[in-house]
T-cell receptor, first 116, second 112 residues
């Protein structure tokens, strides 16, 4: 398997623009997680899905952030409108279900977002 | 709320040294604990996962221990090499939750 795939790898945009980040989890994984990493706050969970259903979005900072998982092989994280403070590295991760014997989360390479 | 702390924040050692990275967590009701490695500009790579019923896990030169009652874990790296230079993150999976809470990591530099 190619692992978790994220696109784009880098995104530079201007304040107020819409940003869409994409993720393809590892085939067969039940869980998908979106994280944000900054120097100040470290890695923070934004939202996660189980079998394509959003389970906990309490980490989503504001209504400007939204995430979808239309099928088992694709998820998007959208920021509209973007602001400079959204600049961070956004990671997607996936894992098998608890009790499967392998609950390790596998991370994608991340999308480095810069909002000017 | 679970909080995870890693000490030290940064560590610089000469090649060949054995070293210990520390992780502490506030809620001992955990399901498992994981250690990750992150290289600059890259994603996270899982190194070791310790279930709450286990005391330690080993992989090559790495050994991770878990003392759930005291809320502590250590990652021991034997005979460090320059290729071990990276940031090491500890993450805790609480019982009843499917999510990980991460520490801020220890940045390790191993000099030749």
């Amino acid at each position: 398997d190619a692992g978790v795939i994220q696109s784009p790898r880098h995104e530079v945009t201007e304040m107020g623009q819409e940003v869409t980040l994409r993720c393809k989890p590892i085939s067969g994984h039940d869980y998908l997680f979106w994280y944000r990493q900054t120097m100040m706050r470290g890695l923070e969970l934004l939202i996660y899905f189980n079998n394509n259903v959003p389970i906990d979005d309490s980490g989503m900072p504001e209504d400007r952030f939204s995430a979808k998982m239309p099928n088992a092989s694709f998820s998007t994280l959208k920021i509209q409108p973007s602001e400079p403070r959204d600049s961070a590295v956004y990671f997607c991760a996936s894992s098998l279900a608890r009790g499967s014997g392998s609950e390790t989360q596998y991370f994608g390479p991340g999308t480095r977002l810069l909002v000017l | 709320k679970q909080e995870v702390t890693q000490i030290p924040a940064a560590l610089s050692v000469p090649e060949g040294e054995n070293l210990v990275l520390n992780c502490s967590f506030t809620d001992s009701a955990i399901y498992n604990l994981q250690w990750f490695r992150q290289d600059p500009g890259k994603g996270l790579t899982s190194l070791l996962l310790i279930q709450s019923s286990q005391r330690e896990q080993t992989s090559g030169r790495l050994n991770a221990s878990l003392d759930k009652s005291s809320g502590r874990s250590t990652l021991y790296i034997a005979a460090s090499q320059p290729g071990d230079s990276a940031t090491y993150l500890c993450a805790v999976n609480r019982k009843g939750y499917s999510t990980l809470t991460f520490g801020k990591g220890t940045m390790l530099l191993v000099s030749p």
